[in-house]
């Protein structure tokens, strides 16, 4: 489908890597985000700079949306200066940000007001997964604007799921990040108390990790931890936003989710520290205050 011309708008952690992965397979991407320097990286690898939303909705057929929250994606699709003022009947905004099902429904019945067809595609996966275009994708909305775009998300990941009508692809996300956030903190726990009980940390995850409890996660989290790297792809900050509203999701629809509540505290207060900016499995930090210990590095060895 290269040749169809795409817009984007976010060009930061996630969005960046997606739009020069859009550009390397062919297509002509126009391009926006407030923050110069990601603009200019983006230009750099082959992508058309743009000065504004506007701009971008006047380029593209298609749209797509990376961005931080819903109520940005609510002001860039509907608001005064947003996508419907610019773009044609028959074009698609496809938002891969991570947001409430509300927000993908109310946008979808917006557009459909004016022959735009809204999906909520939103991604999981982590900046790495974005840089090698392996993330996976659920996607919400007409099947038949799903079947338009897929071979442009199949340049963005390995996994490219219709989950059903709008708002689905966004109900799935936070599906996921509740099993994600709870996993984060049970890797956290789990290795505070290990080295507390005198055991290695590596030598604990070399144990373990083929068994039931490895996962992705944990992959992501150990050798964070050994290393003390906690420079941001996902962040405490992106984490405690997701959860709640996957708490907002799970009251609406009157589920108790008592493990999803924890989890949300335990990443708030890394938050409430200042530790918002920061990975994830910083999340570790609240049982080293705790418990006197220093997971990883090389007090604990």
Not at 67 to 92: F, N, Q, Y
Not at 226 to 242: C, E, H, Q, Y
Request: charged letters at 15%; proline letters at 5%; a neutral charge.
């Amino acid at each position: 489908m290269p040749g169809t011309a795409l817009g984007f708008l976010g060009l930061g952690v996630m969005g960046g890597p997606m739009a020069r992965n859009l550009v390397k397979a062919s297509y002509p991407v126009t391009g926006f985000d407030t923050d110069a320097r990601r603009l200019g990286n983006f230009a750099a690898t082959g992508g058309k700079p743009a000065t504004s939303v506007a701009e971008v909705g006047r380029a593209g057929e298609v749209v797509l949306l990376s961005l931080p929250t819903g109520d940005v994606v609510r002001e860039v699709v509907t608001g005064s200066a947003g996508l419907l003022a610019i773009m044609k009947a028959g074009s698609v905004i496809v938002d891969l940000s991570t947001t409430e099902p509300k927000v993908a429904q109310d946008a979808a019945a917006a557009c459909g007001d004016k022959g735009i067809t809204f999906l909520d595609g939103p991604v999981s996966g982590g900046e790495q997964g974005a840089i090698d275009a392996a993330l996976s994708i659920m996607v919400g909305g007409d099947a038949a604007a799903f079947a338009r775009v897929k071979p442009i998300l199949t340049c963005l990941g390995r996994s490219v799921v219709h989950m059903g009508g709008s708002g689905m692809g966004q109900a799935t996300k936070l599906i996921n990040n509740m099993i994600v956030a709870a996993n984060f903190a049970s890797v956290c726990e789990a290795w505070a108390l290990a080295v507390t009980m005198g055991l290695d940390p590596a030598t604990l995850h070399e144990a373990i990790k083929g068994g039931w409890a490895g996962s992705r996660v944990m992959e992501e989290t150990v050798p964070r931890l050994l290393k003390r790297n906690f420079v941001p792809g996902g962040s405490v900050d992106i984490m405690t936003k997701d959860v709640s509203y996957a708490l907002n999701m799970a009251r609406t629809a009157n589920v108790p989710v008592p493990v999803t509540a924890l989890a949300h505290e335990l990443f708030r207060m890394a938050k409430a520290q200042g530790k918002g900016p920061q990975a994830q499995p910083v999340l570790i930090s609240l049982w080293e205050q705790w418990l006197g210990i220093t997971v990883g590095g090389e007090t604990s060895r």
